[in-house]
Nanobody, 114 residues
Framework: VQLQASGGGLVQPGGSLGLSCAASIRFFGAYSMGWYRQAPGKQREWVATVTSGRYTNYADFVKGRFTISRDNAKKSLYLRMNSLKPEDTAVYYC?????????WGQGTQVTVSS
């Protein structure tokens, strides 16, 4: 199983950025997927989840600003980030899981700075 995250970069405060995570896994649609992030010196934290049934859930600090989505045909997960703040600076990781199995992507750096 491989998860390839992409789309990170440098953006100014208030700007937008989109992340993608491509998965090579069978029965992709049966898995739940999520985004996590880890800022320097901090623990990894959960950002958002989309289940196999497309139910979405968000951490309070991104509600109203970030949108998680998935495309089962493309076996891909997305995170649209708007109104970015400097405190959103972190390495963003995608994760896929089902029952007791979980897999992590390699992470992509997002830096919000003027």
């Amino acid at each position: 199983v491989q998860l390839q995250a992409s789309g990170g970069g440098l953006v100014q405060p208030g700007g937008s950025l989109g992340l993608s995570c491509a998965a090579s896994i069978r029965f992709f649609g049966a898995y739940s997927m999520g985004w996590y992030r880890q800022a320097p010196g901090k623990q990894r934290e959960w950002v958002a989840t989309v289940t196999s049934g497309r139910y979405t859930n968000y951490a309070d600090f991104v509600k109203g600003r970030f949108t998680i989505s998935r495309d089962n045909a493309k076996k891909s997960l997305y995170l649209r980030m708007n109104s970015l703040k400097p405190e959103d600076t972190a390495v963003y990781y995608c994760k896929i899981w089902r029952d007791d199995n979980e897999y992590w992507g390699q992470g992509t750096q997002v830096t919000v700075s003027s």
